[in-house]
């Protein structure tokens, strides 16, 4: 059978009676019985933090919830020996032989993405192979030149190696549905180093125009599908989930969810109030609590507030435990999971908030792990403003535009930006941008793709941003220690300031394929959580130093990309931005009114 009655022994006064009935009550309904934990922790010094987290979820201080506790610390995970001393050894026999049934592996989960964008009698291959030499003969109408043709075909192979014909299939419906509704949309990230996406219409950057790295949005050693970001305007970016929805079903169509995790701040707030702390001592206390769990005695002390009391020191250690783990689930901003078969043969899924919609209970990295196929179906205010401004043009001075027929490289545009007159331009309108402009002076379409990703901070902790200007104004010469080094970095004048330039420089300098560098990049973000780039480190070194290059310029480019850490920006990206930053540049230099109206209408956007 496939039933089984659980036995649940913690060293209560009732156990042996609870035995006794519970076999009793196997046997009567033909049950066989097991052993089992009821596990609410790994170890039994845990039990203060599970009454406490008990007590947050009933929303309750510890003394109003004391009925609802456990009373003792048995619900951890025992060892063996341990269990041997409580249960009849046929329950743990038992046990043991459903565990080994239990070969459950999430690798072999069945997934497939769907196939209702192919028409019936093609496959997924050739349909994309099809739509993506149109689209690359009106991309190109004089002719597809032959190094992206080459590119197109070293795209396609691959993709079809790896099985995501359908995944951009899929994308290019959506983006098409958009378009026919005339909703302004924009594919960004790293699909914009694809020229398979800039021919389907997912992205807009040309890739003449930029410095492709194709392995930064796919390649063989991902074991992952590729991520495609997609903004659309975002005052009818609901338009677009509705397609979503109508075409394939809540059954097949869901949002990820994103794991909130414990903060200082949060876990201090919530601990106080179950400890039954004041609530205007929580506040102050929250208020005086900053991001380093190992500063708070001191941050309370400068408050006011006496740390050494026995019942703050006992929320300081609640507090230690807590911070990290989940507090719960939230619902991403826009990533959807589509299938070909309902997702609850998948997935774990909930309701949304919305009726009639659902939420897995995975987030991304979970997603990625599983090779799910996620498509972020973002929101933008900048192109809700531009769809607007083109809509007034059109419709008042009869001028027709887009963002792909707006004039290129003007330089009255380029020189309000050299003004820093900036306001309500996208993405370079912050003071810091203000203060930039004028000194970096873009003259070109790529020194605002420079602008968008250098006030990050990636660039500033990698101590990129001064070197760089220096160079830009003439006050410090650029030096490149190989010609394979200047291929990369000329374009920057020596500095790295895009995460493609870091993998590009570990696959010329240092010998990396480019999925390896790729994996490099991923590590990047992870280091200082885990660790991972030592293993970086020694390859690194060792690969520039058997190509002849210098220990301390070595050394110099691994710190480099510990700079970067989490917060490089990808070129991709910043072209992406760089295009409505322009487009938005361009509207308020030529139709100052036209723009001003359509950003005042299109409000509130977020840097408002």
């Known amino acids: 059978g496939r039933g089984w009655l659980a036995i649940e022994l913690h060293r209560g006064d009732e156990d042996q009676a609870a035995l006794v009935d519970l076999l009793r009550l196997g046997d009567d309904h033909g049950l066989r019985c097991l052993a089992a934990g009821d596990v609410h922790m790994h170890a039994r010094g845990r039990r203060a933090l599970q009454d406490t987290v008990t007590a947050i979820r009933h929303g309750k201080t510890l003394a109003e919830v004391a009925g609802e506790l456990y009373v003792n610390g048995e619900r951890h995970l025992r060892s063996v020996e341990e269990l041997a001393r409580l249960y009849p050894p046929e329950l743990l026999e038992e046990a043991a032989a459903v565990a080994a049934r239990c070969s459950l592996d999430l690798r072999q989960l069945g997934y497939h993405h769907p196939h209702d964008v192919v028409p019936l009698g093609q496959d997924p291959k050739a349909w994309l192979a099809y739509l993506v030499e149109r689209g690359a003969r009106r991309r190109w109408p004089a002719g597809v030149p032959s190094a992206i043709a080459a590119q197109i075909a070293r795209e396609l192979d691959l993709i079809s190696e790896l099985g995501y014909g359908a995944f951009f299939l899929t994308v290019h419906d959506i983006v098409r549905f958009a378009r026919s509704r005339g909703i302004l949309c924009q594919g960004r990230g790293s699909a914009a180093n694809s020229v398979v996406c800039y021919a389907l219409g997912i992205t807009e950057v040309d890739p003449e125009k930029g410095n492709l790295l194709f392995e930064r949005f796919l390649s063989r050693e991902r074991a992952e599908p590729p991520d495609i970001d997609v903004d659309f305007e975002h ?121 009639g919609r659902w939420v897995i ?57 050299r003004r820093a007159d900036t306001v309500g331009v996208f993405q370079v309108e912050s003071r810091a941008q ?42 410090e010469l650029a030096t490149y220690p190989s010609p394979e080094v200047r291929g990369v970095l000329e374009r920057t004048l020596g500095v790295p300031i895009f995460q493609e ?6 696959v010329v300098a240092a010998g990396f394929t480019p999925g390896e560098a790729d994996q490099l990049r991923r590590s990047m973000g992870a280091w200082e959580r885990h660790g991972t780039l030592d293993h970086f480190r020694t390859r690194l070194l060792a690969g520039m130093s058997a190509r002849g290059y210098e220990p301390g310029f070595a050394e110099q480019v691994f710190q480099m990309i510990r700079g970067f850490g989490a917060y490089g920006f990808p070129e991709s990206h910043a072209a992406s931005f760089a295009l409505l930053a322009y487009a938005s540049a361009w509207l308020k230099c030529h139709h100052p009114a036209a723009f001003l109206t359509a950003l005042l209408n299109a409000q509130p956007l977020g840097f408002y």
């Open 235 to 355: 005052e009818r970016r609901e338009e677009v989930i509705q397609y979503i929805y109508g075409r394939y079903g809540n059954e097949r169509a869901a949002l990820a969810a994103t794991l909130i995790c414990y903060r200082p701040r949060s876990a201090v707030r919530d601990v106080a109030k179950a400890l039954g702390f004041d609530a205007s001592l929580v506040d102050r206390l929250a208020r005086a609590t900053g991001y380093d769990v190992t500063e708070l005695p001191v941050r309370w002390s400068e408050a006011g507030i006496d740390p050494a009391s026995p019942a703050l020191q006992r929320l300081l250690v609640l507090v230690d435990q807590l911070v990290g783990t989940p507090r719960h689930l939230s619902q991403h901003v826009g990533g959807f999971v589509i299938s070909s078969s309902p997702l609850t043969e998948l997935v774990p899924v909930e309701p949304a908030t919305m009726e």
């Open 361 to 417: 209970q995975w987030d991304k990295a979970d997603l990625e792990e599983m090779g799910l196929l996620k498509i972020d179906v973002l929101a933008l205010g900048m192109l809700s403003a531009l769809r607007r401004a083109f809509s007034i043009l059109r419709n008042q001075v009869g001028v027709d535009l887009s963002l792909a027929t707006i004039p290129p490289e003007d330089p009255a545009t380029y020189a309000m930006l």
């Open 434 to 475: 203000m203060s930039m402009l004028p000194r970096l002076r873009p003259r070109c379409f790529y020194d605002l793709v420079v602008s968008t990703a250098i006030i990050r901070p990636g660039p500033i902790q990698g101590g990129m941003v001064h070197p760089y200007l220096r160079r830009r104004q003439g006050k």
């Open 501 to 506: 330039q870091v993998m590009q420089l570990a």
